[in-house]
């Protein structure tokens, strides 16, 4: 029924990937912030095709690890981001798993 409708927007993302796990609302911005491997992106809530993308890879030397450790390279030697939390009006709190070395930051979003 939705489909039929014509109210449904496809979200291609990235390639070779579906890993978006992590969604924090922020209705006072009217963002919709969703956290992806390697990848943040913050959708606009009164137009939701009109989007921004913040890469954060995992460093060269932490993929490197990952893969000696006997990872996955593809799958698992990634940065996951899997916390997003508000933390003030001009920043956001978020973390990935750095291929298995966790990683946080404050990401300003004024």
Aim: contains cysteine; glycine residues 6%; hydrophobic residues 35%.
């Amino acid at each position: 029924e939705m489909l039929e409708s014509n109210n449904i927007i496809n979200f291609n993302g990235l390639a070779n990937s579906s890993s978006y796990h992590t969604f924090l609302l922020d209705e006072e911005r009217s963002r919709l912030y969703v956290g992806a491997k390697d990848h943040l992106f913050s959708f606009n809530l009164v137009n939701i095709k009109e989007y921004q993308k913040i890469v954060w890879p995992v460093s060269h030397s932490r993929r490197d690890e990952c893969k000696w450790a006997g990872k996955d390279i593809l799958r698992e030697c990634a940065n996951f981001i899997k916390v997003l939390k508000a933390y003030n009006q001009t920043h956001l709190y978020a973390c990935g798993t750095g291929a298995f070395h966790p990683v946080c930051t404050y990401i300003e979003v004024g």
